[in-house]
């Protein structure tokens, strides 16, 4: 049987349960240098109810079968049929329980798909989430196989002092030849892609942690050679993860160890392997020399989205990948939580709201759309997107805004108390909501069906003479790439009504029904309410905290907006108002043909803008927010057809000119208010200054026209963030300059040997606007220290250029498309997920101006015809073209 994997597609509804029962399993896993030898040992029976000839069907990916045993004895080769691809055996027990023991080979060193186990910098580690453990051993690598895990792990006592695998520490030994072993014991049981085993000469930082029924943990995390000193921030990060999540969720830790290893060659970002989360070094390693605030914040980030998925993920796992929102949406929705108490609820709502439009609203009005339960794939590995997580994540902060906070955290109690140990699903989920609320959810539960953005119409209508306000609230869906339903769906909408003095107003309509507290539970596709005696015409603010993922269709007067952006008690409608105003008129202004206007912005939305930035009694961080004008890939998404990238930015630059002219003042005051040679502290009311500090650079930058102040403030920078701003600054506005060449090279000769700074020093010339900078790009990608082979640093260069550079990936002569799409067929054969997941920069394909979609079409079908294709470059290929 020959297993060719392209193409076939998994469908949720062709679930069913596995025809063998595995009970438990003991991995001895041999290290040696080019090799790496596994014997896995299985305690298994046939479930009841299924054919007792059924044969035993296991997955497998690259691998070789070194032996096979049934209860100790060799098969005979008639019995089953072994393939790179998967390991078929006929003739087994019928009933009783039975052992198999199966013996595979693989070579570490050659995996450069870093799935499965492999080799970075001389370590062994592995990462089997989604389907890597095939790669390992013939398994059934699927999430709904529950089963301890016992690991044996010898290595070389040389390259391996250190070994580790999930759960807790067992047996140590040495052995003959230099080499010696460690067991592991993984009491909970888990899917196997939670599996992990890291092998190799690794520096320990250690610390303890007391939960709160007083049990001790050991908590370490592991770094390469001379790099433990870097791991500091993100231990404390863990420790107030574990904290927080007794004091908010009620959840301890179950292990008495947890350990982290920071990993230079990783897929992603991170993995939540059972007691060993393995880490990409970029979300574990920070110093104020080569990080940067932003860099801060993403490991505190990482380390408590890995840390919370202990319980929604491993306690409870999913049932099938379909559910794959399950864990991460939820995740994600916690680690938001997380970091917004730990530093400021608003500025952390702007960020993810900010992520979700600039990442997932394109991707779920394009041709990549998927519902946030998709009910099939091609490659699994592709759904780990933008939807799946940070949609995801909004579904459960619409739970949690229906709910109200004690009813949301007694669903979650009833969650964890309910399926704890179970491998899950969202029906499920949703379900513990019903129960604890006695609420209907099932109009709800459409969210998780339906792809696409809903679009929010918002009608109001004010009668002076009886004092009388009306709002309409209306909700659409267009069918979009994924062909799902467009039904109406319950979304909580969030509103306030001002009065002039920014008070909020009681909200007891006459008509339309009950509003608990500021929640309108709009269900219908269209319902109005009825305001009586409101005390003169007030200003809607709507869409509170963006408590529903939605696009807002609100003709509302720019007077009312300004209004609302200086008075609004909801701080993130403040920052709202004056974000949508901003890519409302930039997207006008660049989606038309004629010239666009000296001021596409206008004078009054200017002032307001600097009105707040300006203000010394709002948050720092708040204000650098307002100053952040919408990307232009936003701009572009606003604009929806026949977009010039090109015309895009001109626009938007003419657009910071005007702010930048208008308000010298405020910005060399911000400038020096926030000196470079400051002391620096990652907290994120520091962060916050100097965050302002440096957009007020770039705008004191822009109307001086020249780098100096720039080149200055990199000079004397005393941190990261600072200097990488400088940098920034001289890189996108005077790419050419001799200033600019002269940062870039101290820069590198500073950094040339950290891996992550250095990724920074490509990645910000790669995003540098301007069609030029192809050619910069060409040159970089035969520097030295460039490489495809690892996913940070193809990610620096190839992925910045597609995915963060619209002027010149979309060069009109399409140049930028040629040469990129030659990059990824040489990545591809190397790593297909990074491949495939680079290649989603093509998305927007089909909203370009014409000339630049017929290039782009030729590019893509040219892609398409290739026959070597991975089968993730293949998927989102096809699925970007159909
Ligand atoms: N499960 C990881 C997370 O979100 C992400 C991941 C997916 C890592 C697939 C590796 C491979 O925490
Ligand atoms: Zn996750």
């Not at 040696?32 to 990916?61: K, M, Q, T």
Request: with cysteine.
């Amino acid at each position: 049987m020959l297993r060719t994997d392209t193409g076939q597609t998994v469908k949720l509804d062709a679930y069913s349960e596995t025809d063998f029962v595995f009970e438990s399993v003991f991995l001895t896993i041999r290290l040696f240098d080019g090799s790496a030898e596994i014997e896995s040992e299985i305690r298994l029976r046939r479930r009841e109810g299924s054919g007792a000839d059924a044969p035993l069907v296991l997955d497998g990916d690259e691998l070789t079968l070194t032996f096979l045993k049934l209860d100790g004895d060799r098969l005979p080769d008639a019995d089953y049929d072994a393939e790179p691809g998967g390991l078929t055996i006929r003739s087994l027990p019928a009933a009783e329980a039975f052992t198999l023991t199966i013996g595979t080979r693989i070579v570490p060193e050659e995996n450069t798909k870093l799935m499965g186990l492999y080799r970075s910098n001389g370590i062994w580690c592995t990462q089997c989430e989604a389907e890597g453990f095939r790669r390992i051993t013939y398994f059934y690598d699927r999430p709904d196989v529950l089963i301890p895990y016992k690991v044996r792990i010898e290595a070389p006592k040389v390259a391996a002092p250190i070994l580790l695998s999930n759960g807790n520490p067992g047996e140590t030994g040495d052995l003959d030849s230099g080499r010696h072993f460690a067991v592991w014991d993984d009491p909970f049981n888990k899917p196997s892609y939670l599996f992990a085993m890291v092998a190799g000469d690794l520096e320990r930082v250690g610390d303890t942690f007391r939960t709160a029924s007083g049990h001790d943990v050991t908590l370490a995390i592991f770094t390469d050679k001379g790099r433990s000193h870097q791991a500091g921030y993100a231990m404390d990060a863990l420790k107030r993860s574990m904290a927080w999540d007794e004091r908010r969720f009620g959840r301890e830790y179950d292990l008495d160890v947890f350990n982290i290893v920071a990993i230079s060659d990783f897929n992603m970002g991170a993995m939540e392997n059972k007691g060993l989360n393995v880490f990409n070094h970029k979300y574990v390693l920070l110093d104020p020399d080569t990080a940067t605030d932003q860099d801060y914040a993403g490991v505190e980030t990482v380390i408590a989205h890995e840390y919370f998925h202990n319980w929604t993920g491993n306690r409870i796992t999913c049932r099938d990948w379909f559910q794959l929102c399950l864990k991460e949406g939820l995740t994600v929705f916690r680690d938001q939580e997380f970091s917004s108490d730990e530093r400021e609820r608003t500025v952390q709502r702007i960020g993810s709201v900010r992520r979700l439009k600039s990442m997932q609203f394109p991707e779920d009005q394009g041709p990549l759309q998927h519902p946030v339960r998709p009910s099939e794939y091609r490659e699994i590995s592709n759904f780990y997107t933008a939807t799946i997580y940070d949609k995801g994540a909004e579904l459960v902060r619409m739970i949690a805004t229906l709910l109200g906070p004690e009813d949301f955290r007694a669903g979650m109690d009833l969650y964890f108390e309910r399926h704890d140990g179970d491998a899950a699903t969202i029906e499920a989920f949703v379900k513990v909501f019903e129960d604890v609320a006695g609420i209907d959810l099932s109009s709800f539960a459409l969210w998780y069906h339906q792809a696409g953005t809903p679009t929010l119409t918002v009608t109001e209508a004010y009668d002076e003479a009886e004092d009388r306000y009306t709002l309409t609230l209306a909700q659409s869906l267009k069918q979009g790439a994924a062909g799902t339903g467009t039904k109406p769906m319950l979304m909580p909408v969030k509103i306030g009504l001002v009065g002039p003095n920014g008070e909020d107003r009681p909200l007891n309509p006459s008509q339309g029904g009950e509003i608990r507290e500021d929640v309108i539970q709009l269900s219908e596709a269209e319902e109005t309410f009825v305001f009586d005696k409101v005390g003169g015409r007030p200003y809607l603010s709507v869409l509170r905290d963006f408590s529903a993922p939605v696009t807002l269709d609100h003709d509302q007067s720019e007077s009312d907006r300004l209004a609302l952006a200086r008075l609004d008690p909801n701080p993130f409608n403040r920052w709202r108002i004056l974000n949508d105003l901003i890519g409302e008129r930039l997207a006008a202004a660049a989606g038309g043909t004629s010239e666009p206007a000296q001021n596409p912005l206008g004078d009054e939305l200017v002032t307001a803008i600097l009105e707040t930035a300006g203000d010394d009694r709002l948050d720092p961080a708040f204000r650098a927010q307002v100053l952040n004008v919408p990307a232009d890939t936003e701009i572009a998404r606003l604009i929806g057809e026949n977009v010039d990238p090109l015309r895009v930015y001109e626009t938007a630059t003419r657009a910071r000119k005007t702010i930048a002219t208008a308000g010298t003042q405020v910005f060399e005051r911000l400038v020096a208010a926030a000196p470079a040679d400051a002391a620096f502290s990652p907290d994120a009311a520091s962060a916050g200054k100097r965050a302002l500090a440096n957009a007020a650079l770039g705008f004191a930058t822009l109307s001086d026209g020249h780098p100096d102040r720039a080149f200055a403030r990199f000079e004397k920078a005393s941190n990261m963030t600072d200097r990488q701003a400088a940098l920034a600054i001289l890189v996108f506005r005077f790419p050419e300059h001799e200033t600019t060449h002269r940062a870039l090279d101290a820069f590198y000769a500073r950094y040339e040997d950290d891996a992550l700074v250095l990724d920074k020093w490509f990645a910000l010339q790669a995003a540098a606007p301007g069609e030029d900078t192809l050619d910069r790009v060409q040159k970089l990608s035969t520097h030295p220290r460039f490489t495809l082979k690892n996913p940070n640093r193809a990610r620096s260069l190839i992925g910045s250029f597609a995915g963060m550079n619209p002027t010149a990936f979309h060069r009109r002569d399409g140049r930028g498309y040629a040469w990129f799409c030659e990059r990824l067929i040489e990545l591809d054969a190397i790593n297909p997920q990074i491949s495939a997941r680079m290649a989603t920069a093509f998305r927007a394909w089909r909203t370009l101006e014409s000339e630049r979609r017929a290039k782009a079409e030729d590019a893509l079908r040219d892609l398409a015809k290739l026959p070597h294709l991975s089968r993730d470059l293949r998927d989102i290929v096809d699925r970007t073209l159909a």
